[in-house]
Each structure stands twice: as C-alpha cells, then as structure tokens.
C-alpha cells in the first residue's frame, strides 16, 4: 500500500515538473530595417581635444573583503552623496573598477559638453597592512569635442 501511495506520488510529481515547463510562446514578425553593422571614417583631425585630468579613488580592504572607501579625487568620502559613472558605449562599454567609477563624475562636471572621454592610462598602487591592504587608484582621462 506504501509502495503503490509513493508510485501515485511520484508520477504525479513528475507529470507536474513536465507540465510547468511548457508554456505558450508567442514569436512577432517585428524586422529591424537598419544594418548590422556601420562604418564612420574618421580622422583625428575631426576631434578637438577639451582637455585632460586625473582622478582618484583611495580604500582599504580587510580579510579580502570588506571595503571601506577613504577618499575620492582627494576628498573625504561620503557614501550617502555617493556619485557614479560608467564611461562607454552601447557597442564597446569600457571595463573600469567599481570605486574609480565613483571619481569619474569629476570629469563630467569639468567638461560637461565633451562628446567623448577616453581613459588613457590607470595606475593602481597597492600597500599591503596586516590582514588588509590600502589601495590608491588613479585614471587619466582625455575628453574630446566632435568638430563638424
């Protein structure tokens, strides 16, 4: 009688795992009317060059991870102020740390109508403590102005 309850039971179990998986698919026949893909020809020449500058991000790190950021672009940190940005585009998003993308706003308050910022170079300087480390990130950014 146990053996035939437990039968009844995993069948049922199984008819209903088959049963939820299945659903009702509906596919539109939307086209994209644009190409994969495109090409600009463009030359230095068509970039002016805004200006430049370095930001900075400074944090200890304890036991491999709790963080704790000390300062950003030379001032106290205050978390509940806290500022983002994530350079990049839609094809290409550029990789940077976390807490440099917290200097970054820097940038855009300086040379808010640049068209383009390039990071050019990052400095990462490490100092290991006892059961942490204290970590100074630095960023040159480059912003350009498209001419037309």
Not at 47 to 67: A, D, H, I, Q
Request: hydrophobic share 40%.
């Amino acid at each position: 009688m146990k053996r035939r309850i437990l039968l009844i039971g995993l069948v049922s179990i199984l008819l209903l795992s088959f049963s939820s998986c299945g659903g009702y698919r509906q596919v539109s026949g939307a086209k994209t009317f644009t190409d994969a893909s495109y090409r600009v020809n463009t030359s230095i020449s068509d970039y002016r060059l805004l200006g430049e500058m370095e930001v900075s991000v400074e944090w200890r790190t304890y036991f491999g991870m709790y963080e704790v950021i000390d300062r950003v672009n030379g001032e106290d940190f205050n978390p509940r102020e806290e500022k983002v940005v994530a350079l990049g585009g839609v094809l290409q998003p550029m990789t940077l740390d976390d807490n440099i993308s917290k200097a970054l706003y820097k940038v855009l308050e300086q040379y808010p109508d640049a068209d383009y910022y390039v990071p050019v170079c990052t400095k990462l300087e490490i100092e290991k403590l006892f059961l942490g480390k204290h970590s100074v990130e630095t960023v040159k950014v480059k912003a350009y102005k498209l001419v037309k």
